[in-house]
């Protein structure tokens, strides 16, 4: 039989590694250094390296935390295509926003009225652009993680085929997601800094969402 998508393992791999908690302690550590901003270089490298592993099949795909130099690396080209996608959105707002507070000041009326409707502009532009990006990112970022080049999270003549020959399992993967950032937001239970260890297993779960999603491809991109 055809392999088919397997909803319960993004949620139950991690256990099956006899050294989860250790593995789980320090990459909610180093979550943690994410308020730092320097924290997400490792998280994202260790990330990518997991996703690889998933795709080769490797039974425990939780690699030990002693490559740091290649977690920080690898990690550094990820967060930097993260960036590159949503600055668009950033600058596309900041240009809009700006001048319709500008003329929501002033004491004109058919100016006020013109930075009501800027306002709304963004509104009604934002919320499907993100929707869009935001769809389409875990793509990207997962060509990247395989290829690892930053480059290929930009190869949208390969990335949007991927996407809709595959579109069943990808959007099993989003779900995956979103039940994995219900899980995530528990960790406030445990004196809110319990919330950077289980926002860690959050992003294991998805990336094993993803990673599958790729390693059932019938046709690799």
Same mark, same amino acid.
């Given at each position: 039989?055809?392999? *088919?998508?397997?909803?319960?393992?993004? @949620?139950?791999?991690?256990?099956d590694d006899p050294l989860w908690m250790q593995k789980i302690l320090i990459g909610?550590?180093? *979550?943690?250094?994410?308020?730092?901003?320097?924290?997400?270089?490792? #998280?994202?490298? $260790?990330?990518?390296?997991?996703?690889?592993?998933? #795709?080769? %099949?490797?039974?425990?795909? /939780?690699?030990?935390?002693?490559?740091?130099?290649?977690?920080?690396?690898? %990690?550094?080209?990820?967060?930097?295509?993260?960036?590159?996608?949503?600055?668009?959105? @950033?600058? /596309?707002?900041?240009?809009? =926003?700006?001048?319709?507070?500008?003329?929501?000041?002033?004491?004109?009326?058919?100016?006020?009225?013109?930075?009501?409707?800027?306002?709304?502009?963004?509104?009604?532009? @934002?919320?499907?652009?993100?929707?869009?990006?935001?769809? @389409?990112?875990?793509?990207?970022?997962?060509?990247?993680? =395989?290829? *690892?080049?930053?480059?290929?999270?930009?190869?949208?003549?390969?990335?949007? +085929?991927?996407?809709?020959?595959?579109?069943?399992? $990808?959007?099993?993967?989003?779900? #995956? $997601? /979103?039940?994995?950032?219900?899980?995530?937001?528990?960790?406030?239970?445990?004196?809110?800094?319990?919330?950077?260890?289980? =926002?860690?297993?959050?992003? /294991?779960?998805?990336?094993? %969402?993803?990673?599958? #999603? $790729?390693?059932?491809?019938?046709?690799? +991109?």
């Amino acid at each position: 039989m055809k392999p *088919q998508f397997d909803f319960a393992k993004p @949620f139950s791999y991690v256990f099956d590694d006899p050294l989860w908690m250790q593995k789980i302690l320090i990459g909610g550590l180093f *979550q943690l250094a994410g308020i730092f901003f320097i924290g997400w270089f490792f #998280v994202a490298g $260790y990330a990518a390296r997991v996703a690889r592993n998933i #795709v080769a %099949g490797h039974e425990r795909p /939780l690699p030990d935390w002693e490559d740091l130099g290649s977690f920080f690396n690898e %990690g550094l080209r990820l967060v930097g295509i993260v960036i590159v996608y949503i600055l668009p959105l @950033f600058v /596309l707002v900041m240009a809009i =926003m700006i001048p319709a507070a500008v003329f929501g000041s002033v004491d004109n009326e058919g100016l006020r009225t013109l930075g009501s409707l800027l306002s709304g502009c963004v509104s009604c532009l @934002f919320v499907p652009v993100v929707f869009a990006v935001t769809f @389409f990112l875990p793509g990207a970022l997962l060509f990247a993680a =395989m290829e *690892q080049r930053f480059n290929a999270a930009f190869d949208f003549r390969r990335i949007w +085929p991927f996407i809709k020959m595959n579109i069943g399992n $990808y959007l099993l993967a989003i779900v #995956v $997601y /979103l039940i994995a950032r219900f899980i995530g937001s528990f960790g406030f239970i445990l004196l809110c800094i319990g919330v950077f260890f289980t =926002m860690f297993w959050s992003i /294991l779960i998805t990336v094993h %969402g993803f990673a599958q #999603v $790729y390693r059932l491809a019938p046709q690799k +991109p």
